[in-house]
């Protein structure tokens, strides 16, 4: 029997230039991530070793810098970025990120995106 050790990061608050309007480019605006990373929980994660589990604030630092430090003209760039920060572990065998764009919208809290990532074909969100 196998288990999978889930990570989450919830509500990671950044800021950063997202958008493809002249505004938009030259002001940053607040973002929300979250993300999901599964890896497998082994005998050796279990250990309490350090050596043997990801390290989720190496992950999290990762993604701050990358996404402070950065101007994105789409949404689904950003996205995947973060994604590909997240997966980028040979353990990691499934990982989902949702950005959100907080008053991106008149009418709308927010404007999100998903994706997903599974070294599992049959896995599909």
């Not at 907080?102 to 009418?107: C, Q």
């Amino acid at each position: 029997m196998s288990h999978n050790a889930i990570i989450r990061i919830t509500n990671l608050r950044l800021r950063t230039y997202i958008g493809f309007n002249e505004e938009e480019k030259q002001k940053q605006q607040d973002i929300v991530i979250n993300a999901e990373i599964h890896y497998p929980a082994n005998n050796l994660c279990l250990s309490d070793d350090v050596e043997n589990a990801l390290n989720y604030k190496t992950i999290c630092k990762n993604i701050i810098h990358h996404v402070e430090n950065g101007k994105f003209l789409l949404l689904e760039k950003l996205t995947s970025d973060v994604l590909g920060l997240c997966v980028d572990h040979p353990w990691v065998n499934y990982a989902v990120v949702t950005i959100d764009k907080p008053h991106a919208l008149r009418f709308a809290d927010s404007v999100s995106l998903t994706l997903s990532f599974s070294t599992d074909e049959s896995v599909s969100e």
